[in-house]
Structures are given as structure tokens and as C-alpha cells.
């Protein structure tokens, strides 16, 4: 079996890039796929970077900058699943398109594209719910920090996307055209 085809999947924060890849997992599960979550190579407290935010001035954990993941770790564990025999691997996370090492190696670049009013309602109810956050606390960091980053570092990738999808209404068309598609790669690569 020859290389697997991979997937990146990246978009702004709450956009709908792990509901993408569950998808994506869920119904092709006949085949083998192993997905990379970037959130899992988020550095820890004490080594991963702060900035102050550009307006109040308030610093944050930064992460929503590359410098916040693991970066070499991550491209150490995609070689290695590279060479275990599977015929999917997805990498989801902001920064999936950001490193030049990683989208030189995507033979597919998706960005999900959901607007700001959305996603920070999105970032809300799963912060609150799963995190135990205050509508406060992930308000502040949302409007002091990460709408900031998004347009410096997120934002930008899209233009390097092979397949832009609509995060704010996912269409089951595009779905099936997407696994499809996927389904037809791994055929060709047999």
C-alpha cells in the first residue's frame, strides 16, 4: 500500500473543524483513517507563549498563534503514521494550513469559513459548557485576543485551500461530494 491521503482541515476558532473530521471518520469508517487533532499539541501552561492583547493590553496564554503547538512533535508523529498503513490521514486545527512543511504535504487543503457572530457564539456555549468558563472569561479572551489572531494568522490560509466549505450551514451535497471524492483517492492509491 503506497502513501495515505492527507487531509488538512483548518478555519477559525468554533468554525466546524472537528464536527468536519467526526464526519469524515463516522462515514468512512470501512476505511483506515487516523486523524491529528492540533489541539492535542498545544503547549503547556508555563512554556506555551503570552501576548499582551493589542487594545487593553491584558495578556493572555497566546493560542491562537503557531508558536503555541508543538510543531516538530506534530510533524514527527504525521511521519510516523505516514508509514502505518493507513489510507486516510486528517489534520485538523487553526494552524492545519499555517507551516509550509504541513500544506507541502496535504494532497487535500479544506478551510471552513464561518463568520466572527457565529463562531464566538459557537466558542461560547462550548467554552461555558465544557471548560466551565464564564461568559466573561471567554468573551474577554475572544474580543481582546482572538478575533486579532484570526486575521493575522487563520484568515490568511484560506487563500491556500484547495476546497473552501461553508461553516455556517454545512451542506449535505458537499459532503457526499467530499467523501466521494475521498473514497475514489483511496481507490487510485490501491
Not at 483513517?33 to 495578556?59: I, L, S
Not at 493560542?63 to 511521519?79: G, K, V
Amino acid at each position: 500500500m503506497g502513501r495515505p491521503y492527507i487531509v488538512g482541515i483548518s478555519g477559525g476558532t468554533a468554525s466546524g473543524k472537528s464536527t468536519l473530521s467526526r464526519m469524515l471518520e463516522q462515514e468512512l469508517a470501512d476505511l483506515k483513517v487516523k486523524t491529528f487533532h492540533m489541539d492535542a499539541y498545544f503547549k503547556p501552561d508555563g512554556v506555551r507563549p503570552k501576548a499582551a492583547a493589542p487594545v487593553t493590553g491584558v495578556v493572555y496564554y497566546d493560542d491562537n498563534c503557531p508558536e503555541t503547538i508543538y510543531a516538530e512533535r506534530l510533524r514527527e508523529d504525521l511521519a510516523r503514521a505516514a508509514g502505518e498503513g493507513f489510507d486516510i490521514i486528517l489534520v485538523e486545527g487553526l494552524f492545519a494550513l499555517w507551516y509550509d512543511w504541513l500544506a507541502g504535504q496535504l494532497d487535500l487543503k479544506i478551510f471552513i469559513d464561518c463568520q466572527a457572530d457565529e463562531r464566538i457564539v459557537r466558542r461560547l456555549r462550548r467554552n461555558m459548557a465544557e471548560r466551565g468558563l464564564s461568559f466573561e472569561e471567554v468573551a474577554g479572551v475572544y474580543l481582546d485576543m482572538v478575533r486579532y489572531r484570526h486575521e493575522q494568522y487563520i484568515e490568511p490560509t484560506k487563500w491556500r485551500a484547495d476546497l473552501i466549505l461553508n461553516g455556517s450551514s454545512p451542506s449535505q451535497l458537499a459532503n457526499g461530494m467530499l467523501l466521494d471524492f475521498l473514497r475514489r483517492q483511496v481507490r487510485e492509491k490501491r
